[in-house]
């Protein structure tokens, strides 16, 4: 079957002529980032790239169940966004939620156990990919649904307010979700209760096959800040410093009080949408002018140009990132199975369970 491109190769030259000219900012480390800080925001960016490269060809050896998204190429916009919260900070991930997880800290053994349907992972198995929540990480779950994560955000954000505590809530969504009646519906609320909550959009141009240009008559995210009377910009997206930046500023505004920022992270989804995407959408030779943006290789570039390491440090660094996940994947493949008796663990609340025993409705 012929290919339908919606994108010719004479558009995306000039889509990336119009992000060399307005998007694109050269890589300067943050006043207040020490050299080690930014080493690990390299690691956690490799870190990112192995798992995520592993999984299409676990996923294709029948090790991991459902779908997975890959984070490929957005490595930039999670670890930027994360290096700029603290611990206890919480955010909501979308159905490419393992970079999400891992740039808050998650545990990649306990991420690889869970793709696996693995008893040890985060959500004893039951989440997989798409549904995976690290709560202690203060990961509130990635989700399925496209939007979904919005209003997510936007209570958690209610309840650090309501509480009094100074937490702060990064949303990650993605072009695609911006079109939900949902999205405008959380930033309202959320604008106009002074919440603290960071929208942080990943414009990577493309919702599945439907480019964003042709799903909204204005490309840019941000312009629609205006509409909810927050500040709104556009970032690299393939840059982990100013994707970083921008998040540090909007967390201090919300913070100290003044509600949400609207942050568009533009970059372009080069890899399939998920494992099984046999891109037939569009002319795949479209993808490899993009590559030379690749945030994980900018970065390298950065740390031995610019950032006093050398050569074999950071090669060193993103070896072990390598071998962590290896780990991961050696552990998770022997992990035990969930055992039976675990059929209802974390679905229902412990007095639900009690109610249901009483009842003779668990079956256990
Ligand atoms: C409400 C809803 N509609 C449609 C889908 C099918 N779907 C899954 S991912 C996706 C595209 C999402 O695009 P975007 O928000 O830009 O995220 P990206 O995959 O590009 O990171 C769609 C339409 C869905 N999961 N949920
Ligand atoms: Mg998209």
């Not at 798992?51 to 090790?63: A, C, E, H, I, P």
């Not at 209610?158 to 949303?171: F, H």
């Amino acid at each position: 079957m012929a290919k339908t491109s919606f994108v010719t190769m004479e558009e995306t030259l000039a889509a990336i002529e119009d992000y060399k000219r307005e998007i694109m900012q050269p890589l300067t480390a943050p006043e207040g980032l020490s050299g080690d800080q930014i080493l690990k925001m390299y690691r956690r960016m490799a870190l990112i790239r192995e798992f995520d490269t592993s999984v299409k060809g676990l996923w294709k050896q029948n090790y991991i169940y459902g779908l997975a998204h890959s984070y490929v190429c957005a490595e930039a916009i999670g670890v930027g966004a994360c290096a700029a919260l603290r611990d206890s900070d919480f955010i909501t991930s979308t159905h490419r939620g393992h970079g999400h997880t891992i740039a808050k800290g998650g545990d990649v053994k306990k991420m690889m156990a869970e793709l696996m349907g693995k008893y040890d992972g985060y959500c004893l198995g039951k989440g997989g990919s798409m549904h995976i929540a690290a709560v202690d990480e203060g990961m509130l779950g990635a989700t399925g649904i496209v939007g979904s994560g919005m209003p997510i955000a936007v209570g958690a954000a209610l309840s650090s307010k309501v509480l009094g505590k100074d937490n702060v809530v990064v949303c990650f969504h993605g072009d695609g979700g911006t079109n939900q009646g949902v999205w405008h519906e959380s930033i309202n609320l959320a604008a106009t209760w002074d919440l603290p909550v960071i929208f942080l959009c990943e414009n990577n141009q493309w919702a599945i096959s439907l480019p964003y240009k042709k799903a909204s008559k204005n490309p840019r995210v941000s312009d629609r800040a205006i509409g909810y009377g927050i500040p709104g910009v556009t970032v690299d997206g393939f840059n982990v410093f100013a994707v970083y930046n921008a998040v540090a500023k909007a967390v201090e505004r919300a913070r100290s009080g003044n509600g949400p920022t609207l942050i568009e992270a533009k970059y372009y989804r080069y890899i399939g949408h998920f494992v099984a995407d046999d891109e037939r959408y569009r002319d795949m030779a479209t993808n490899a002018p993009w590559t030379a943006f690749d945030p994980v290789e900018r970065m390298c570039r950065f740390l031995v140009e610019n950032g006093g390491f050398s050569e074999e440090q950071v090669q060193a660094v993103y070896e072990s990132a390598k071998q962590e996940v290896l780990d991961a994947i050696e552990y998770a493949k022997t992990a035990p199975e969930p055992p039976l008796s675990s059929l209802y663990d974390g679905i229902y609340s412990p007095e639900f369970m009690e109610i249901l025993k009483s009842r003779g409705e668990y079956v256990l």
